[in-house]
Structures are given as C-alpha cells and as structure tokens.
C-alpha cells in the first residue's frame, strides 16, 4: 500500500500497526444504544465488502482494526471498510475518546490493540492463511 494511503488514514484517525499490515481506530462511544447502531452499521457495510474488521470494546471505548488475511497485508478492501467506517463514526458524531485520563486512554488502546491482534493472529490460523 503506498504511503500516501497510509499517511491519508493517520489524518483521518487509523493509526498503523508496528507491523506495517493492520490499521486501528480508537473511539469512545456515549451511549450503549449509539454503541449497538454503530455495530449493526459497521456489521453491515463488513457484509456488503464482504470483509470483517476486528473489533474489541472496552467500556464504552471501541477499538476497530482492519487487514488482509489473503494476501497478507494491507489491501484495497482495508482502505474501503476504513472509509465506509469513519463515515459511520462521522454520521454518529464520533470524533475521538469520551474522556480526557491520557493514562487510562493509553491502556485502553493497548488493550483493545493486543485484543485484535491476537484475534487476526487466530483468525490467519484458522484459515491456514497464517
């Protein structure tokens, strides 16, 4: 994936993987209704691209990651769900974190990070793709 895609997401809130070949995004959700229409928007646009993000919550903090499985690495389908994803976050007015503990946001990330990655990693083995 050239560098000026990734560079596009970093200003749109995705951050990268030390990896090189996940993309994350770290948001705070205000209510557990606005949690659950998010969820159902993004299991839906994941349906229409038929390809999955990894999503783990943590309070009413969410942390979305997108990569490719087959071939390894970021793709075309990570750079459309990233954006149908930010349209959804965009529509549901979310733009960041819900509280301002740097501390406590830090572990949160790490959390919900570490959390993916050991999903991607059982998901590349269960496919036989990893």
Known sequence: M???AI???A???WDLDESGD???RYVGVQSERDMSSILDHIKAVSSELK???HIHIDGNQL???CTTHVPPGL???DVKLARKVNDILTEAGITGVTHTDKAE???QRQRGREHNMEAIRKAKLDCGCG
């Open 75 to 77: 793709s075309m389908k």
């Open 7 to 9: 560079d596009t997401f």
């Open 11 to 13: 200003n749109k809130g």
């Open 22 to 24: 996940t993309i994350h």
């Open 105 to 107: 946001i830090l572990t």
């Open 51 to 53: 390809h999955d993000p």
């Open 2 to 4: 050239p560098a000026s």
């Open 63 to 65: 942390t979305i990651s």
